[in-house]
């Protein structure tokens, strides 16, 4: 086992990175991949990790974790790992060679935020990586900033503000680095649900007497509606190619997965923008036949945000390049929506979708 040498971190400091791999030469080319970003702990086993995890838990910010090795693998080292509850704490991304469905499966389950292939190429894994930890830390930040709510009640109502668009931004910043997709696509997201709230709200629609703030919250919470795309494998979140049957039942997991990952912040359950962040990851992906998932909800049952979302979400696919189509014209993506061909949808919004764009595409999006 190597170690390097540290000095003592204050309280709360993650500036370790754990590597536990039993081949010298994968250990050295994910050192070099984050040595500007941490300092570097390794092990060749799970015994030797797990005694490394037991010294500096409170500073490691992630373990990069290898499956076959002697002594103790990688997924014994999960579930001791798990049954301590550290992976609450600490992110573990699996770095193997066996990426069948069998091993994604169990390392999944027990926990671990991805799975990344070998070979690596170190700046993918950099950027997975670094995402991933953000998130923590920020969540982390959040959890301690809480516990100070009796001594700093005036004070942290601000905090508590600032932290939740922190976490937002972080978990749209994850987003973008996993998917693939253009760095402004959440934000154009967010507007467009915004000026489609805005015109339901000024047509007096049936449940959609919105205040400015509510419609806000709802703006902000659309950003994170496909964050459980964290937890979709690479090969296929980005495959250019149609998806096969077992590919996207696996795909359409990133609804429950979203909802997952926001429950990870218990702190953050009494906001009304977490409600509208929750409803918005599972049910964007429903449909107004009752033929979407994950709950295969119908017409009304659907939450009239989290309808504005999928539609918003449906526009700025057609209207934007991806890994596996080019960009449709701003007629082109009406005519595609209006004409049913991307979904089913309420009709009133549709309506309200046509009187609002069908002379000229949205505004002010970035």
Not at 104 to 128: A, N, Q, T
Not at 151 to 171: D, T
Not at 186 to 203: H, M, W
């Amino acid at each position: 086992m190597e170690e390097c040498r540290t000095s003592p971190a204050p309280f709360g400091a993650r500036d370790l990175l754990l590597i536990v791999d039993d081949m010298e030469l994968n250990r050295a080319i994910l050192s070099e991949a984050f040595r500007g970003d941490y300092q570097i702990l390794e092990a060749e086993n799970g015994l030797e990790a797990l005694s490394l995890i037991n010294q500096y838990a409170h500073r490691i910010a992630a373990v990069l974790l290898d499956v076959v090795m002697p002594e103790m693998d990688g997924f014994q080292l999960l579930e001791e790992l798990k049954g301590r509850d550290l992976l609450e704490q600490i992110p573990v991304f699996l770095i193997t060679a066996d990426c069948s469905e069998e091993k994604m499966h169990r390392g999944y389950e027990l926990g671990v935020m991805d799975i990344i292939g070998k070979p690596v190429v170190p700046y993918f894994v950099r950027r997975r990586v670094s995402s991933v930890v953000e998130l923590f830390q920020t969540r982390e930040r959040l959890g301690r900033t809480v516990d100070l709510q009796d001594q700093q009640l005036a004070r942290q109502a601000l905090e508590i503000q600032e932290l939740n668009r922190s976490i937002i931004e972080s978990l749209a910043t994850a987003i973008e680095f996993r998917s693939g997709e253009s760095g402004s696509h959440v934000r154009r997201i967010s507007a467009l649900t915004d000026q489609l709230l805005r015109q339901l709200r000024e047509e007096g629609q049936v449940g959609c007497a919105f205040s400015d703030e509510v419609i806000d919250q709802i703006a902000a919470a659309a950003i994170l509606h496909d964050v459980g795309k964290i937890a979709i494998p690479d090969q296929i979140l980005n495959k250019p190619g149609r998806l096969t049957a077992e590919e996207f039942e696996l795909m359409k997991t990133h609804t429950i997965k979203g909802c997952e990952l926001l429950e990870q912040i218990p702190q953050y359950r009494t906001n009304p923008l977490y409600l509208y962040a929750h409803d918005i990851c599972r049910h964007h992906h429903e449909r107004w036949d009752g033929r979407g998932y994950p709950d295969g909800l119908k017409g009304e049952d659907i939450p009239i945000w989290a309808q504005v979302v999928a539609l918003a979400d449906v526009y700025d696919a057609l209207t934007n390049e991806r890994c596996y189509k080019p960009p449709f014209s701003h007629q082109e993506a009406m005519e595609m929506i209006l004409g049913g061909q991307c979904g089913v949808f309420n009709p009133v919004l549709l309506d309200t979708f046509r009187r609002l764009f069908d002379s000229a595409p949205p505004n002010d999006l970035c």
